[in-house]
Nanobody, 121 residues
C-alpha cells in the first residue's frame, strides 16, 4: 500500500505565501516523477509543476516565477513553495507521484487526497 499525505494548505491573503508538502509512504521501491496539480471550481484539473527524480522541473505559465517545486528523495517528499499568491490560485491542490513498489513491478501514478488553498482579496 502506498499513501501520499499532504499538508500546508489553508487560507491566505493575496500576496501571501504557503508551502505545501507531500510525503509518500508504504511499500515503495523507487519514485520517479512527482508533481502538483490543482482544480478550481468549474474548471478542469491542471498541471501546476513537476519535478523528475534528478531535479529537473517544469511549471505552468501561470505560476512561473511565483511557485517553486522541490523534493527530498531521502524523505520521499515533494514541496511546493507558493509566493505572491493571487485569488486565481484558489483551488484544491493534489500531489502526484509515479511509484514502483518492487524490483519487477510496474510504475503507477498515485494521488494525494487534495488540500484546499484559498486566496482572499
Amino acid at each position: 500500500q502506498v499513501q501520499l499525505v499532504e499538508s500546508g494548505g489553508g487560507l491566505v491573503q493575496a500576496g501571501g505565501s504557503l508551502r505545501l508538502s507531500c510525503a509518500a509512504s508504504g511499500s515503495i521501491f523507487s519514485i520517479d516523477n512527482m508533481g502538483w496539480y490543482r482544480q478550481a471550481p468549474g474548471k478542469q484539473r491542471e498541471l501546476v509543476a513537476t519535478i523528475t527524480s534528478g531535479g529537473s522541473t517544469n511549471y505552468a505559465d501561470s505560476v512561473k516565477g511565483r511557485f517553486t517545486i522541490s523534493r527530498d528523495n531521502a524523505k520521499n517528499t515533494v514541496y511546493l513553495e507558493m509566493n505572491s499568491l493571487k485569488p486565481e490560485d484558489t483551488a484544491v491542490y493534489y500531489c502526484n507521484a509515479h511509484i514502483r513498489r518492487n524490483r519487477y513491478g510496474s510504475w503507477y501514478g498515485y494521488w494525494g487526497q487534495g488540500t484546499q488553498v484559498t486566496v482572499s482579496s
